[in-house]
């Protein structure tokens, strides 16, 4: 590599020097001949190598000689021959003298250090020879010019020393190098044998960057000499080529222009832009900074909110939900008791025997259903609770109120009742067989309602002698068995589910139940058969509000044995079921103390907390497990 590198730099270094030499060649054999024209002999041949050449102009004396010859007492001095100095001061003397005088002629001069042959190398030759040319045409200007010679201090003369030595040894020495066959040399010599200024011109004219500089120089604003009017540059003629050129060099200054001017404006539209840019660019940092606070004190909201709703959750999980709905007032005389029923759950009634500041009694469940509230409205509040049947989770909701409060409105609906009159009943089951119809694909459901009313004794254990079980296909099914239990005072109806999913099972229940009346016994005026009935409903709520006082006092024993009522309703009450109670009112202000009555319990009712709602699933190994206990278990006993 690296030598490759010295190759490289030797064959340029060669190549430099070649070219130097050729160069010197050109122009320097003629100075050499142009000197010895005039100063005679130098001492070397006619065609010198540069270092014979510079050695011998070293000492400055044909220098200063020549100069004389062409323009007397251009170096004033006497040439000391004498050698009075030392020789090397003298030779520096002598050029440095020389020097001078071609800078009073304005002729391009050249370093005296350019004549030690240490420089040589460097090429401080040439500028000798172009010193040395440029006087030769300095001499020949002045020979062929008739005019000039009387000119003392004319422009011409300046301009002459000024352009022509410049130019026309740069020109001569450009022709020179372009080997030019065209005679572009010859009319080099033109200039000089014609003795035109014309014809100078003429030349001058081939080259537009002379013009220039030519032009500049008369607009200097020295004074031209009268005799001397040199031809306005546009009016000498040139030929196509020039003509070329100049348009050349005009069109494309043309272009440049243009493009300058383009490129200015473009420039000004894109700072217009960057501009704009910034400035939108900062509002839409600020617009955004705005939306991000915005933002963020949304997520601040939301999130406290979640977390409300989160602990809200959570405490109705674990506790038994209670809805309150009141029904509306049959008789318009009669006056009503609700005070106020808000959105979230609260509930005030006015107690009519007192006076209107001491009269408000408040509660709190988990939503209150007006008068107005519709079925349907009802209906959607409980379906969640309903669809986590099919989830697996046994659900009971069970109607709670005095007579007439609306518990069978709400649980069935009205006697007759229309579509939209449809109870919690019809509408649960309807909804579970939809769900059913969704993803038959996917699992088998199996749902058989068992019908069961209260028989009218008190009996041990959980025998349920009226009780049926049917399997069912529809709601209509359903309904007609729901009819048929509509005949019995109170009745209980729980819908089971069945679901295979790849040889699992989840199995949940569905209790709804629709209370007897909840008011005392004395108060119903039932006798007979009926009042034995009331006295045994009365006795189940009555069990039913020990075992929800119990529970509400986190007691160890529980009284679930107590009557048919709340054996039945133990897991939905103290297991992991989902329980919701519909506490009804009668509005009525001769109804206020039932009223208050249901509503105390309901306050109850809604502190009991349950355990955490568990779905029923069973996977196929538990359920092959529990069938090999069972078969154990008969053989076993068989075995006795
Ligand atoms: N929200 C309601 N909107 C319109 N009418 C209602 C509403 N609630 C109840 N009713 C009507 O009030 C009357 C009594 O209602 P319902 O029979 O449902 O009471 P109940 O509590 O079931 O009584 P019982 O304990 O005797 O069975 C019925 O005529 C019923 O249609």
């Known amino acids: 590599m690296a030598s490759a590198i010295t190759t490289g730099l030797h064959e340029f270094s060669f190549g ?15 100075a050499v001949q142009w000197l010895q024209s005039i100063v005679g002999k130098l001492g070397i041949s006619d065609q010198p190598s540069e270092k014979e050449f510079v050695s011998c102009l070293r000492n400055g004396l044909i220098l200063c000689n020549a100069i004389n010859k062409i323009h007397p007492g251009a170096v004033s001095k006497s040439f000391n021959r004498e050698y009075q100095l030392p020789q090397a001061y003298q030779y520096f003397e002598n050029v440095r003298n020389f020097l001078v005088a071609l800078e009073q002629l304005r002729l391009p001069g050249f370093e005296a250090s350019d004549l030690e042959k240490d420089n040589l190398e460097a090429g401080s030759v040439s500028k000798v020879v172009d010193c040395i040319l440029g006087l030769k045409g300095y001499h020949e200007c002045k020979m062929t010019s008739s005019g000039y010679k009387h000119v003392k201090t004319p422009t011409f003369q300046l301009s002459a020393t000024k352009v022509l030595p410049v130019s026309a040894s740069k020109a001569s020495r450009q022709l020179e190098r372009n080997d030019c066959a065209d005679g572009e040399s010859d009319q080099l010599k033109v200039i000089a044998n014609e003795n035109s200024t014309v014809n100078f011109q003429k030349i001058i004219s081939r080259f537009p960057e002379l013009q220039s500089i030519f032009k500049n120089f008369l607009n200097e604003g020295t004074p031209k000499p009268s005799d001397v009017k040199p031809m306005p540059l546009e009016e000498l003629p040139v030929n196509e080529d020039d003509k070329c050129r100049t348009s050349l060099l005009h069109t494309t200054s043309y272009n440049h222009k243009r493009l300058l001017k383009t490129q200015e404006n473009e420039l000004a539209v894109l700072k217009t832009l960057f501009i704009q840019t910034k400035q939108d660019f900062k509002e839409f940092q600020a617009h955004q900074q705005r939306d991000l606070m915005e933002l963020g004190n949304q997520m601040q909201e939301m999130s406290s909110a979640a977390q409300d709703i989160t602990k809200w959750w959570k405490r109705t999980e674990r506790n038994i939900r209670v809805f309150c709905r009141v029904r509306p ?3 318009s005389e009669m006056k009503g008791v609700i005070d106020y029923i808000g959105k979230d759950g609260s509930l005030f009634v006015l107690d009519p025997s007192k006076p209107q500041k001491d009269a408000r009694k408040t509660f709190q469940f988990n ?9 349907d409205d009802v209906f959607r509040e409980t379906q969640p609770l309903i669809r986590s049947v099919m989830d697996g989770y046994n659900v009971c909701i069970f109607a709670y109120g005095q007579t007439g409060s609306g518990k069978t409105y709400t649980m069935s609906g ?42 009218s004794s008190e009996d041990d254990g959980l025998s349920l002698p009226d009780a049926t079980m049917h399997s069912v296909n529809s709601t209509m099914d359903v309904l007609r068995l729901m009819e048929a239990g509509e005949v019995n005072r109170a009745y209980f109806y729980g819908a089971r589910t069945w679901e295979d999913t790849s040889g699992g099972t989840i199995r949940s229940c569905l209790h709804l139940v629709d209370l007897a009346g909840s008011e005392r016994v004395d108060k119903s005026e039932v006798t007979g058969d009926r009042l034995k009935e009331a006295q045994y409903i009365n006795k189940s709520l009555s069990c039913l509000g020990d075992v929800i006082y119990a529970l509400a006092q986190k007691n160890s024993h529980i ?4 009557s048919k009522l709340t054996l039945l309703l133990q897991d939905a009450l103290g297991g992991q079921a989902k329980t919701l109670m519909f506490a009804h009112l009668s509005p009525e202000e001769d109804s206020f103390g039932e009223t208050v009555s249901t509503l105390k319990f309901a306050q109850r009712v809604s502190t009991v907390e349950l355990g955490v709602a568990r779905a029923h699933k069973e996977t196929r190994e538990v359920m092959h497990l529990k069938e090999q206990i069972e078969h154990l278990k008969k053989a076993l006993g068989s075995g006795d």
């Not at 939503?367 to 519709?374: H, K, L, N």
């Not at 939209?420 to 058989?448: H, P, V």
């Not at 009284?559 to 107590?562: C, F, G, I, S």
Request: proline fraction near 7%.
């Open 414 to 455: 009205p006697p007759g009742r229309s579509a939209t009159e449809m109870g919690i009943n019809y509408l649960a089951l309807n909804d579970l067989f939809l769900i059913c119809d969704k993803r038959k694909d996917m699992m088998t459901y199996d749902i058989r309602p068992n019908d069961i009313r209260t028989c």
């Open 329 to 331: 007032i049959f008789n």
């Open 559 to 562: 009284p679930y044995r107590n």
């Open 367 to 375: 939503q209150v259903f007006a008068p107005t509230a519709t079925q």
């Open 16 to 30: 430099f020097k070649k070219s130097r030499r050729s160069r010197f060649r050109r122009g320097g054999f003629k």
